[in-house]
């Protein structure tokens, strides 16, 4: 040790290990050839980095800028990959003055054949929502994860029970079986808070799956599989708010990374101010800025760098995992400047997908807003194909659950429809009974099967794209107030040692088992039914607590009669005439039940019938 040169070497050997180790991250991890806008933007992480100067040396790559920001431990940089470019490993050499110091390698992969043109999830489809942490525990060994902050505790309806990716993998087959042909997990990405972590959407880390819900991989085994068992997959993504525990909050790019505030300040979530002529800045601001929850920073995507971060992640996990779709939360807190930019790259890249916005509003004018093609008085020009409809879920539960007496009841579904002409295109909407924010659709309807499947009826063969939430097929219940732990419960038979198993039927009661078999029927038929899921609908005003509709196109027709009475009605058809042209008789897709289609119809007490009409 003596030797001055092995001091040199162990000097030089320490300094080599130390600058190997200061790139900590570069995001995106990966990207592809032949997107339609060639320029990605790599956030790059390490220790005094902005000290070093990146060169690029492949062909076709061009390393147009270095963007360097407030906190000297960051790097932006802006790759044009040219249309020469082919898939391949980059390596990004980094320089201290002329010597190089470190280098990375950053790869650009091949595209799925077809991946531009890829279809999003349509009227053909019926959305099964699931919330991972709660529908089957199918690997026991992520359940505790080192590094998680939050272990398992399935006694705590706010803590985490154990589902996961592998719990829904080894379902697929059931989900398939009952009709369902897309589905919406709640979002599935690291989620590593102290506590209440399970719902998934205090994001820490926008690239990686939570280690405890499976890995990057399995998530896109998990869309594979699906997509063979034809079952689409929509990611649940937010771009307003990431979770305290975000590992970039140790040491932020700069201070307007986020929308900060002298004293904590919370969203005021008056979203009507963006349409309001005569609402004022400080109130936009305060919807836009102030934060969803202590634990949820509120991103600003003003900065363009923030705001190309957001909109590449959507982009790279559509890429990396072959999405169908995509639900955005909070769709109207970011700025609305920045969705509208969201939604246009989005769209310009993938012509033919989908994606559905939460606006949880009950004004049909005010979802309108957001959706393609509205021409807004305003001028905002909104690129979002769907959106959830909110209004119709009210109209709903009220139709079924108020006292039909002086027009109330069916007409308020019958109303909010008529509402309609708002839309640049209601039948894109997505319609739900009840989701996981709030009370399950059977207590909602007080725990009633008749006014349950009256309901169910009505969302999967009206206009829109039908999502119904997992366990709603075996009258999974909730408190009537909001409760989310609650409503969002374990699904029988997702656990070891479960009682009762709602994949098998084992263990169900007979209600339920009644309630299943409705449901996949009803699902089963809809998949054959192309008047209802593309055709068009023509609806009667409702009389004497009936409400009936058709669903047409040419070479199909179907009838739905929604009736309230508890007493044996008899339907006059004569007021149908119109749309009875021709048809001699009907066939309930329920019970397969033949009637005949002149004079009158002796109605089933409170119940629906689904004809399908020659
Ligand atoms: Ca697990």
């Not at 070497?9 to 570069?26: E, M």
């Amino acid at each position: 040790m003596k030797n001055p040169l092995t001091l040199l070497l162990i000097f030089f050997g320490l300094s080599n290990l130390f600058s190997q180790a200061r790139i900590s991250r570069i995001e995106p991890p990966n990207w592809w050839v032949g997107m339609h806008e060639p320029t990605v933007q790599l956030l790059v992480h390490g220790q005094q980095i902005a000290d070093l100067s990146p060169r690029i040396d492949y062909p076709g790559v061009r390393l147009e800028r270095v963007i360097k920001v407030e906190n000297p431990n960051y790097l932006f940089l802006d790759l044009h990959i040219g249309a020469a470019a082919r898939a391949g490993t980059v390596s990004i050499r980094f320089f201290e003055k002329e010597r190089p110091v470190e280098t990375r390698n950053w790869e650009l992969w091949q595209r799925e054949p077809g991946s531009a043109q890829r279809r999003g999830f349509d009227n053909a489809d019926v959305i099964y929502l699931i919330t991972p942490d709660r529908f089957a525990n199918g690997d026991l060994t992520n359940d505790q994860v080192e590094d998680m902050r939050e272990g398992p505790n399935r006694q705590n309806p706010g803590g985490r029970h154990g589902g996961d990716i592998e719990g829904i993998r080894q379902h697929l087959k059931y989900l398939a079986d009952m009709g369902f042909t897309a589905l919406w997990p709640n979002p599935l990405l690291e989620n590593n808070m102290d506590r209440y972590s399970y719902h998934g959407y205090a994001i820490t880390d926008f690239y990686k799956i939570d280690p405890r819900f499976g890995s990057n991989e399995s998530f896109r085994t998990l869309a594979k599989e699906a997509n063979d068992k034809g079952l689409k997959i929509i990611m649940d993504m937010v771009v307003n708010h990431c979770g305290s525990r975000h590992w970039w909050m140790e040491d932020l790019p700069s201070a307007d990374w986020l929308n900060t505030w002298e004293q904590y300040t919370e969203t005021n979530h008056r979203k009507s101010v963006i349409q309001d002529p005569y609402a004022v800045e400080a109130d936009r601001k305060l919807l836009y800025d102030g934060w969803f929850v202590t634990t949820m920073p509120d991103l600003n995507q003003r900065n363009p760098l923030m705001a190309n971060y957001l909109t590449q992640n959507s982009i790279w996990w559509i890429e990396y995992a072959g999405l169908s779709g995509i639900r955005m939360d909070t769709y109207s807190y970011p700025d609305p400047g920045y969705m509208a930019e969201w939604s246009r790259r989005l769209m310009q890249e993938y012509p033919h997908f989908n994606i559905v916005g939460e606006e949880w509003n009950y004004n049909p004018a005010i979802v309108a807003y957001w959706q393609r093609g509205k021409v807004n008085p305003d001028g905002y020009q909104s690129h979002l194909p769907s959106l959830m409809d909110f209004p119709l879920q009210q109209a709903l539960t009220h139709a079924l659950t108020v006292k039909e007496t002086g027009g109330r009841g069916w007409l308020a579904l019958y109303e909010i429809l008529g509402q309609d002409f708002q839309y640049a295109d209601p039948f894109n909407l997505v319609i739900f009974p009840d989701n996981h924010d709030m009370p399950r659709f059977f207590a909602q309807v007080g725990e009633d099967v008749d006014l349950f499947k009256l309901g169910l009826t009505f969302v999967l063969t009206t206009r829109g794209i039908p999502q119904i939430y997992y366990g709603t097929e075996v009258l999974m219940t909730s408190p009537t107030e909001r409760n989310d732990g609650l409503i969002r419960s374990d699904f029988p038979g997702g656990w070891a040692g479960d009682k009762a198993d709602a994949f098998s039927g084992k263990g169900l009661t007979d209600k339920q088992l009644d309630a299943r078999a409705f449901l996949k029927k009803l699902l089963r038929w809809r998949k054959t039914a192309a008047a209802v899921q593309t055709g068009k609908l023509a609806h009667f005003d409702p009389k004497d607590n009936v409400y009936v509709y058709f669903r047409y196109n040419e070479t199909q027709r179907v009838m739905v009669i929604l009736n309230k009475n508890a007493r044996p009605h008899d339907l006059d058809l004569s007021r149908f005439a119109g749309m009875l042209q021709g048809i001699t008789q009907g066939s309930n897709v329920l019970s397969g039940q033949t009637f005949s289609m002149s004079g009158k119809l002796a109605l089933p007490v409170k119940g629906a019938l689904v004809l399908e009409l020659k």
